[in-house]
């Protein structure tokens, strides 16, 4: 239901822009954003935007990540730059949906992002 792209090897100080599009099945959609999972560590927020435009972003990547979506596409974007080894890991796709008072919460498969130094 969710589909993620963009992922890939680039040296330190580079960028990178990772998409992500939610199947039609999945509606009322709420908030969309990006977790990180670095080796050995556990997931962590990186950014998330909700349907009125509000972003939160984690401390790391405040400056040098953006995230953006497109609410009647249903995808979500994150432009990374001036990368750093440490954010090498697995990013995640996260869609979070509310809807009669029933929420959902899917998750992409991951994509690889390898930063070398």
């Known amino acids: 239901q969710l589909q993620a792209s963009g992922g890939g090897l680039v040296q330190a100080g580079g960028s990178l822009r990772l998409s992500c599009a939610a199947s039609?099945?999945?509606?009322?959609?709420?908030?969309m954003g990006w977790y990180h999972q670095g080796p050995g560590k556990e997931r962590e927020l990186v950014a998330a935007m909700d349907s009125g435009g509000s972003t939160n972003y984690a401390d790391s990547v405040k400056g040098r990540f953006t995230i953006s979506r497109n609410n009647g596409k249903n995808t979500v974007l994150l432009q990374m730059n001036s990368l750093k080894p440490e954010d090498t890991g697995i990013y995640y796709c996260?869609?979070?949906?509310?809807?009669?008072?029933?929420?959902?919460?899917?998750w992409g498969q991951g994509t690889l992002v390898t930063v070398s130094s």
């Open positions: 996260n869609v979070q949906s509310i809807s009669a008072g029933l929420r959902g919460d899917y």
């Open positions: 039609g099945s999945i509606s009322s959609i709420n908030i």
